[in-house]
């Protein structure tokens, strides 16, 4: 089984709607993050969180926010969604230590029409 | 500021070349640098990393070296292949704990 799952992994909703992306994770890990890629653009963050107690705005959280429903569990919102938040969401989760490196899920592609 | 540029692409090489993708960064504090690697319809792997100067990371033939002197950490390999092919991400992480990636770069490797 996968480390970080998301869902769903693939997302149309229209101009408007309230949708939710779902993160889990079984590794453990105190720390959770939140990204979009666009071409050309690489990954931005939009929200972070070091535990359940902590959430942080990363550079680009406008029109986002998110909750830590547990240790394992991170969702985003689009409470407004719009077509320039069509992109690829990628959920995230690294461990405490001095390496820290991050693992990912496998991506959500959510299109705003 | 903590910021990450790397090569723009896309790169296309042939099969047993060698690649090198430039990544320079900006950081306050002695980071932690990584390689992440993204396969077509996949999220990003690890790929390698080095957390303080002079160290180098390596793995699948792919290597990079942590040079402070420089504030560069360039990938290479010496011969790829054509499974080699993906978007390559350098990334640093910094004293607090948040990870700053670059923009990405296409490798092709043809037949």
């Known amino acids: 089984d996968a480390d970080v799952t998301q869902t769903p992994r693939n997302r149309i909703t229209k101009t408007g709607k309230r949708i939710m992306l779902e993160c889990s994770q079984t590794k453990g890990h105190d720390r959770m993050y939140w990204y979009r890629q666009d071409p050309g653009l690489g990954l931005r963050l939009i929200y972070y969180s070091f535990d359940v107690k902590d959430i942080n705005k990363g550079e680009i959280s406008d029109g986002y926010s998110v909750s830590r429903q547990a240790q394992a569990k991170f969702s985003l919102s689009l409470e407004s969604a719009i077509p320039n938040q069509t992109a690829l969401y990628f959920c995230?989760?690294?461990?405490?230590?001095?390496?820290?490196?991050?693992?990912f899920g496998p991506g959500t592609r959510l299109t705003v029409t | 500021g903590n910021s990450v540029t790397q090569m723009e692409g896309p790169v296309t090489l042939s099969e047993e070349a060698f690649l090198t993708i430039n990544c320079t960064y900006t950081a306050t504090g002695y980071p932690s640098l990584f390689w992440y690697v993204q396969y077509p319809g996949e999220g990003l792997q690890l790929l390698l990393k080095?957390?303080?100067?002079?160290d180098k990371g390596s793995n699948k033939g792919f290597e990079a070296t942590y040079r402070k002197e420089t504030t560069s950490f360039h990938l290479e390999k010496g011969s790829v292949q054509v499974s080699d092919s993906a978007v390559y991400f350098c990334a640093l992480r910094n004293t607090g704990n948040q990870f700053y990636f670059g923009t990405g770069t296409s490798l092709t490797v043809i037949p």
């Open positions: 995230a989760t690294s461990g405490k230590g001095s390496l820290g490196e991050q693992y």
């Open positions: 080095a957390t303080k100067a002079d």
